[in-house]
């Protein structure tokens, strides 16, 4: 049986959301109607003041050009950066949080890519997900079918499909254990990149579903257009270590939806290199991403670029 290594990104969420017909961009968050958790008549923007003074600011960009801005005049050292960095990760962590309860709610069968999950999820050795939103979690829960997140307690349980998220999630937080306070003054500190490691093991906690719209001790995630500042912790590097061990015995790599960004690119690429040279890598996204393609046809001889309707129709 073919092994399958899956790397997946923006493309695919924006697939989904579009089959739900649900209002809702993932390429725009600031536009998302997310709410204060401790108060339900402000909206989240209201309490993270700097986030949205940076909206304001930029009346004329779009959401992830507002932070591809930020990120180009970002300065580690400024402690103003520092705060508006801060609060854009609590942003992104609540808002694709408020988000992935959209999906669950306007949740139906059919899609095509949960068929084609469904038909071939015994092949899949690993999941590579980019993407903050719980969609690819989301498809195998209501499929059935078991997963863990590979970094966080479900690790303890090895079952079924492993997915890493080097990225972050938007239900990740730093451990209970090693930093603690109370959700309503986690907005008011600041918190990153603080390693937590249990018995040699990189860990970070997953937050139950009835509490994702609380604030984050910790929100560690890689903000759009952001050279990961995440590669220096336990937990990702371990990671990419299984994920490349993962790559190794891959017959299949299948990529959906990734942008290929110059910052991902080194990431991406460390998992592409891993995958044996006489293995199948598809591309799969509506747009030809010229960059992506000509990497993989450079050290793949069966590297393709596929249009996902051919793909889903056509694939053995």
Same mark, same amino acid.
């Given at each position: ?5 899956l790397?997946v990104?923006n493309?695919?969420?924006?697939d ?12 725009s ?14 909206k989240?923007? !209201? /309490?993270l003041?700097?986030v949205?003074?940076? %909206?304001?600011s930029?009346?004329?960009?779009? *959401? =992830?050009? @507002?932070i ?13 950066h ?9 942003y ?6 408020y988000?992935?309860?959209n ?10 890519w949960e ?6 999820h ?11 939103d719980?969609t690819?979690?989301t498809?195998?829960e ?6 863990y997140r590979?970094?966080s307690? !479900? /690790? ?6 492993? %997915?890493?998220k080097p990225?972050g999630?938007? *239900? =990740?937080? @730093?451990?209970g254990r090693?930093i ?19 018995n ?12 994702l ?8 995630i890689v ?15 371990q ?9 190794k015995?891959?017959d ?15 990431e991406?690429?460390? %998992?592409v ?5 006489n ?5 799969i996204?509506?747009?030809r991403?010229?960059d992506?393609?000509?990497?993989l ?9 596929v ?7 056509y694939?053995t």
């Amino acid at each position: 049986m073919k092994r399958i290594l899956l790397i997946v990104g923006n493309g695919l969420s924006i697939d989904l959301w579009k089959y739900l017909g649900l209002d809702i961009d993932p390429s725009s968050p600031f536009s998302f109607e997310v709410p204060y958790s401790f108060d339900n008549a402000k909206k989240l923007l !209201e /309490e993270l003041t700097r986030v949205r003074n940076l %909206i304001e600011s930029h009346p004329t960009l779009t *959401d =992830f050009e @507002i932070i591809q801005d930020f990120i180009t005049n970002y300065q580690k050292t400024d402690q103003k950066h520092k705060w508006i960095h801060c609060e854009l990760r609590q942003y992104l962590s609540l808002a694709y949080s408020y988000a992935n309860n959209n999906l669950l709610h306007s949740w139906k069968k059919g899609w095509r890519w949960e068929q084609w999950l469904r038909k071939y999820h015994g092949r899949i050795a690993g999941i590579v997900s980019f993407n903050y939103d719980l969609t690819i979690e989301t498809v195998l829960e209501q499929s059935s079918f078991r997963y863990y997140r590979m970094g966080s307690s !479900e /690790e303890d349980d090895i079952i079924g499909i492993p %997915i890493f998220k080097p990225h972050g999630s938007c *239900d =990740f937080d @730093i451990s209970g254990r090693f930093i603690s306070m109370p959700p309503q003054s986690r907005l008011g500190n600041l918190t990153s990149l603080n390693d937590y490691v249990n018995n040699g093991r990189g860990r970070i906690e997953i937050v139950l579903k009835e509490r994702l719209s609380e604030p984050r001790t910790e929100s560690d995630i890689v903000l759009p257009f952001e050279f990961s500042p995440q590669t220096q912790l336990t937990w990702v590097r371990q990671g990419y270590e299984a994920v490349n061990k993962i790559a190794k015995t891959a017959d299949s790599c299948i990529i959906i939806g990734i942008s290929y960004q110059p910052c991902d690119r080194s990431e991406i690429d460390s %998992i592409v290199d891993a995958v044996p040279i006489n293995a199948e890598i598809q591309f799969i996204d509506p747009m030809r991403n010229v960059d992506l393609v000509t990497k993989l046809k450079m050290i793949h001889v069966k590297a393709k670029a596929v249009h996902p309707d051919e793909f889903l129709d056509y694939f053995t």
